[in-house]
T-cell receptor, first 114, second 117 residues
Framework: GNSVTQMEGPVTLSEEAFLTINCTYTATGYPSLFWYVQYPGEGLQLLLKATKADDKGSNKGFEATYRKETTSFHLEKGSVQVSDSAVYFCALRFGMEYGNKLVFGAGTILRVKS | DAGVTQSPTHLIKTRGQQVTLRCSPKSGHDTVSWYQQALGQGPQFIFQYYEEEERQRGNFPDRFSGHQFPNYSSELNVNALLLGDSALYLC????????????????FGSGTRLTVV
């Protein structure tokens, strides 16, 4: 079936460190890929997305590239801030024939220390 | 512009009881999806409503049911509550139903935290 696997957390970094959160997926076909962020007590917010192979999504200093050959969509940021502390979810979505529902990974907690 | 509004924010119920959660979609959106997020897990798709009908459903028992009203707001009902139903329930709204890629994507609410004791 279709699934998303994320690296386990928590990930603890010092401010200005480099961030990588790994995400791989299993899917038939070519899904769209997303990263969502969830701050404490809040719902999910879309961080970035990519809809086809080799697309790079970017937002607020975060980047992820859709790698079809490795079925991966790793999240990176060059210099994290304390305010980036949150839970990050990788997700995929198939097209209309699958009703557009999102399939999420288990989430990765990021803690950034000052 | 109001986003997605969910109520209540927190709820405590006893095993065997029934619960109703409510969601008002973002202005201009006509499709509502419900997700269950157990502690430490990612959200799991429950079902989606469009044009007042359930359009697709995830792997959840019939104890989970829903409704969509003419103003696009939605309710999630869970009967015969089990301890395992304790979770954060998220509502996501979008535009265009299951047959279209949602322009503008999904907007999530902050969720209802349900605790079953």
């Amino acid at each position: 079936g279709n699934s998303v696997t994320q690296m386990e957390g928590p990930v603890t970094l010092s401010e200005e460190a480099f961030l990588t959160i790994n995400c791989t997926y299993t899917a038939t076909g070519y899904p769209s890929l997303f990263w969502y962020v969830q701050y404490p007590g809040e719902g999910l917010q879309l961080l970035l997305k990519a809809t086809k192979a080799d697309d790079k999504g970017s937002n607020k200093g975060f980047e992820a590239t859709y790698r079809k050959e490795t079925t991966s969509f790793h999240l990176e940021k060059g210099s994290v801030q304390v305010s980036d502390s949150a839970v990050y979810f990788c997700a995929l979505r198939f097209g209309m024939e699958y009703g557009n529902k999102l399939v999420f990974g288990a989430g990765t907690i990021l803690r950034v220390k000052s | 512009d109001a986003g997605v509004t969910q109520s209540p924010t927190h709820l405590i119920k006893t095993r065997g009881q029934q619960v109703t959660l409510r969601c008002s979609p973002k202005s201009g959106h006509d499709t509502v999806s419900w997700y269950q997020q157990a502690l430490g897990q990612g959200p799991q798709f429950i079902f989606q409503y469009y044009e007042e009908e359930e359009r697709q459903r995830g792997n959840f028992p019939d104890r989970f049911s829903g409704h969509q009203f003419p103003n696009y707001s939605s309710e999630l009902n869970v009967n015969a509550l089990l301890l395992g139903d304790s979770a954060l329930y998220l509502c996501a709204s979008s535009l265009g139903g299951p047959g279209r890629i949602p322009r503008g994507g999904y907007t999530f609410g902050s969720g209802t935290r349900l605790t079953v004791v």
